[in-house]
């Protein structure tokens, strides 16, 4: 049967700019409430406490709770997964002279490595419930060896384990900092990486879930959806925002230094609209429930690092407690996560790739639903322009 259509008037009554406040579809995988954020019914801080970030990405990408069995083949299949292929080494050794002149970057480079190995993929074309599983383990295991490698071609260092993408023994976040510095984490680091990929895993309809899901609506396949929220992640306004979270407070401590006050540096940036990196957000008026988890981590990174790192967190307290009285805007996860990730020595054009090593799992759990119960995403626009008019006058 054909579903109900909805009349040009029914839809100019409820049209929302940027589609605030709209129920774009129906979703199982992440529920988002003033009160909570809630995968798959679990709730954030309970995750981030109790969980490590391969069982939230097997209860995000398969649905339940994994058992002990479960989650012991899981977790194989991803170490299994880890490597990739020799021609996307090759692409992130040809790129690395860009990527050192800046004209690329590794978001960018991020998302051409995704385009390759679907390429190369046996089941991209498969868009069928266990095609798409296995194709979501493959790219989540792949990650963090592309950002890994791409690292160590900036720095001119040797490939980490290449044949293998790091070590089966360590963790995925662990092998993350492993691949990216060729050094095995600390616990402390270990944990607190895996504590900010379970909290940047899922979000509902967010910005770059959306568009993996407009183009799976359109029975495109999963590495093309990914691309795409890949090149949607990468806006400061959206993931980009961890990055610019942080080149904002690096502008800030260059303004001390040069005589002048947090509050004189928001004042002039009020003046002059410009944005606060890492604060607002389009659902959380009242707090990002994930803000305080992952600050309260990095923060304890740095108090054991000692003052040269503990002030970026001082200068964020300014920040935030002026942002709070003047605008009654509240940090989100971004603003701690660039604090956290610079104090752990992370270079900052890697911080939203590491946001995508960890959505990924978000990303596919929502194209594997899209594609289980598809219609496709075309919704109506407001026509502002010129009045019907002929070409000859
Ligand atoms: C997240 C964000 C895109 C949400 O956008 P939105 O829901 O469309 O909200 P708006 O941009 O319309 O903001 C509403 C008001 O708050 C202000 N505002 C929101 N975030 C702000 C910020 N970070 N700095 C300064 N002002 C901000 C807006 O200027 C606007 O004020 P106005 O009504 O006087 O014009 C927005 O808050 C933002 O740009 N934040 C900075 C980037 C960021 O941290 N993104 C990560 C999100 S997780």
Not at 26 to 43: D, W
Not at 205 to 227: E, K, P, Q, W, Y
């Amino acid at each position: 049967m054909a579903a109900p259509t909805i009349s040009k008037e029914q839809a100019e009554a409820i049209y929302s700019k940027g589609l605030e406040g709209i129920i774009a579809g129906e979703t199982s995988i992440c529920s988002i409430e003033q009160g909570g954020l809630y995968y798959r019914g679990y709730e954030i801080h309970d995750l981030s406490k109790n969980a490590t970030f391969e069982e939230v990405a097997f209860v995000l990408l398969e649905g339940h709770k994994p058992s002990a069995a479960e989650l012991s083949r899981f977790k194989g299949e991803l170490v299994a997964e880890r490597a990739i292929p020799a021609s996307v080494i090759q692409f992130l050794r040809e790129v690395g002279p860009a990527l050192k002149r800046g004209t690329a970057v590794p978001m960018d480079v991020c998302r051409t490595a995704v385009g390759l190995l679907g390429h190369l993929d046996p089941d991209c074309q498969d868009n069928s419930g266990p095609a798409n599983l296995r194709k979501a383990k493959r790219l989540l295991a792949k990650c963090p060896s592309i950002i890994g490698h791409m690292q160590s071609v900036i720095d001119g260092r040797e490939l980490v384990e290449p044949e293998r993408g790091g070590d089966p023994t360590l963790s995925h976040a662990a092998n993350l900092l492993y691949l990216m510095t060729g050094k095995k984490p600390s616990p402390e680091f270990a944990r607190c990486m895996d504590v900010s990929l379970i909290l940047y895993a899922e979000h509902d309809f967010n910005a770059s879930t959306f568009t993996c899901r407009v183009i799976a609506g359109t029975l495109s396949d999963m590495h093309g959806a990914v691309c795409g929220g890949i090149a949607a992640l990468k806006g400061p306004l959206h993931g980009g925002a961890n990055e610019a979270a942080m080149e904002m407070l690096k502008r800030i401590d260059a303004h001390i230094k040069k005589g002048g006050t947090v509050e004189s540096y928001m004042q002039n940036a009020f003046e002059t609209k410009e944005k606060l990196m890492g604060f607002g957000h389009r659902v959380y008026k009242n707090g990002d429930h994930r803000a305080p988890i992952l600050g309260a981590l990095g923060r304890e990174i740095a108090r054991k690092q000692g003052p040269d790192s503990l002030k970026w967190f001082e200068i964020g307290d300014k920040v935030q407690k002026i942002m709070l009285e003047q605008k009654k805007i509240h940090p989100n996860v971004d603003f701690p996560c660039g604090m956290t990730y610079f104090v752990m020595g992370i270079p900052v054009p890697q911080y939203t790739p590491i946001f995508v090593a960890s959505r990924l799992s978000g990303w596919c759990a929502h194209i594997i639903e899209q594609h289980a119960n598809n219609r496709i995403i075309r919704p109506l626009s407001k026509y502002t322009g010129e009045p019907v008019r002929s070409w000859n006058g």
